[in-house]
């Protein structure tokens, strides 16, 4: 999603839903309204985790998600349409807690604030899947750079990464993974881009490719090096100068830091999220494995 910030342009709020959030986040002050009592969940929330995986496969299909093939199978990964109509967005907002309202609330385009509404109560429900606990019930812990994490209960390593109306959601059973989708059938400038937060071999690898190639090979890099920095729970600011990808078209995708040993452990896939979008992730092996 972090392209698109760097345009300009304010949305319209969307003051129905705005308003029904404020009201939720006075209506349940504290932790006397337990929400997994609220029947109000889609149907994926009612399931339990079974440990089997054709079953947590069929229960997320019924739920929308997709899934999205990637090389080894070195994670699951799933995709799910953020497009909402008000009574579905009304209801993902039901699942939130109050500080997951309160991001919601203060996001200022209606889009960003369907979009997250929807992502979140999503992430609960494909969590709840694999955790065997309610969706309403998982909480979560932020990373001093907003990198998410289950706490208090059963743990799988996931990420999360919106653009456009779509989500895409990474789970690992042990290695930290990082995930980016971005839409890529819209103008950015990738040549200011590329020049300011690309190395010189990016950069030049990037003015390699034919011109009619090239807003698809410039996606393929930022997301490439936007997994890569979410999997260590960094923000971009404090890495993207730090490691290059080599080899960023071919397969498979290098990575290599002067400054950190630890960021060429990452391996970097591209699973094909369909048409209109390009999507990487990142996994770092778990320290103890080699
Ligand atoms: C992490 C970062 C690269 C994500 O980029 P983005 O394009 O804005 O957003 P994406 O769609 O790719 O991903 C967003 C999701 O990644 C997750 N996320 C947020 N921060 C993260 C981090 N540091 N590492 C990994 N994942 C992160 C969240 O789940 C978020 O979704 P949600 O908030 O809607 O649940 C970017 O936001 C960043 O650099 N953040 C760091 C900011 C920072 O350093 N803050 C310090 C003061 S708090």
Redesign the pocket.
């Known amino acids: 999603?972090?392209v698109s910030?760097y345009k300009t342009g304010k949305g319209k709020r969307d003051s129905n839903l705005r308003k029904f959030t404020r009201f939720l986040l006075q209506w349940q002050p504290g932790p006397q309204i337990d929400r997994s009592t609220l029947k109000i969940a889609p149907r994926v929330s009612e399931l339990k985790a079974s440990g089997n995986s054709a079953t947590q496969r069929a229960a997320l299909m019924a739920a929308g998600f997709m899934q999205v093939p990637v090389e080894n199978n070195c994670a699951d990964v799933w995709q799910f349409s953020l497009a909402a109509d008000d009574s579905t967005v009304t209801r993902h907002a039901l699942m939130l807690s109050s500080d997951e309202l309160e991001?919601a609330y203060k996001h200022k385009s209606t889009n960003g604030f369907r979009q997250?509404v929807v992502?979140?109560s999503m992430?609960r429900q494909l969590l709840a899947i694999y955790t065997g606990v309610s969706p309403a019930k998982l909480a979560f812990a932020y990373?001093?750079?907003?990198?998410?994490e289950l706490t208090g209960g059963p743990s799988v390593q996931f990420?999360?990464?919106?653009?456009g109306d779509r989500a895409i959601y990474a789970i690992a059973n042990k290695q930290p993974v990082?995930v980016?989708i971005e839409r890529i059938g819209r103008t950015v400038n990738s040549q200011r881009l590329a020049k300011r937060f690309f190395s010189t071999a990016e950069y030049e690898a990037l003015q390699g490719i034919s011109p009619t190639s090239r807003q698809q090979a410039f996606f393929r890099l930022w997301t490439g090096k936007?997994a890569i920095?979410?999997v260590t729970?960094?923000?971009?600011?404090?890495l993207i100068g730090k490691f290059e990808i080599t080899n960023p078209f071919g397969y498979p995708a290098l990575i290599i830091s002067r400054e950190s040993p630890q960021l060429e452990k990452i391996r970097l896939y591209y699973p094909d999220p369909g048409e209109g979008y390009i999507a990487a992730v990142a996994l770092l092996p778990a320290q103890n494995s080699r």
């Open positions: 999603m972090s910030r991001r997250f992502a979140r992430l990373g001093p750079h907003g990198k998410p990420n999360l990464a919106h653009s990082g980016d936007e920095v979410k729970g960094k923000g971009l600011a404090q």
